[in-house]
């Protein structure tokens, strides 16, 4: 039996018996456990779908006219509506994941804990949000009043 790394823990016929329906539990308790829904790692695996989805989204925008052209049928322009239209709905989630991610406990965690910790955090950031969107709009109208 060929072992890989000379770790006989990682032979083909050892890695097949984990993958089986019995052995899938003993697989992750070996590599640290199991881990609720709520989780840093299930904020990473859901992370990772929304990348893996806007990469596609980039890969399916980029070769849709190219193939279209090659088979004779036709030829489009994917632009930036495409695009915004796409990664906006990607990035909103993908922008709350990125907030409360680090803020999450490994393994299990509760959303209310996460929420009171994170609590200063939003607050602060409406705050910033409202003083831009005050400073930018008197701003704008302060523009606006000496252009006459």
């Known amino acids: 039996v060929m072992h ?3 770790s006989p823990s990682l032979t083909a016929k050892s890695l097949r018996n984990r993958f089986t329906k019995r052995g899938i539990s003993s697989f992750l308790s070996l590599s640290g456990g199991t881990f609720s ?3 840093r790692e299930s904020l990473l695996l859901i992370n990772n779908v929304i990348l893996v989805v806007a ?3 980039v890969l399916l925008g980029t070769l849709y006219p190219l193939i279209l052209d090659a088979l004779n049928l036709g030829k489009i322009s994917v632009g930036p509506p495409y695009f915004a239209s796409v990664f906006v709905p990607l990035t909103l989630p993908l922008a709350v ?3 409360i991610g680090p803020l999450t406990r490994w393994k299990q965690d509760e959303p209310a ?3 009171r910790r994170s609590l200063p955090f939003l607050i ?3 705050g910033v949000g409202l003083a ?3 400073a930018l709009t008197e701003h704008v109208s302060l523009m606006a ?3 006459r």
């Open 4 to 6: 890989f790394s000379g």
């Open 37 to 39: 829904g709520f989780s």
């Open 55 to 57: 990469a596609v989204s």
């Open 97 to 99: 994941l990125i907030g």
């Open 113 to 115: 804990s996460v929420l």
């Open 124 to 126: 602060g950031a409406a």
């Open 132 to 134: 831009l969107l005050y």
């Open 145 to 147: 009043g000496s252009a």
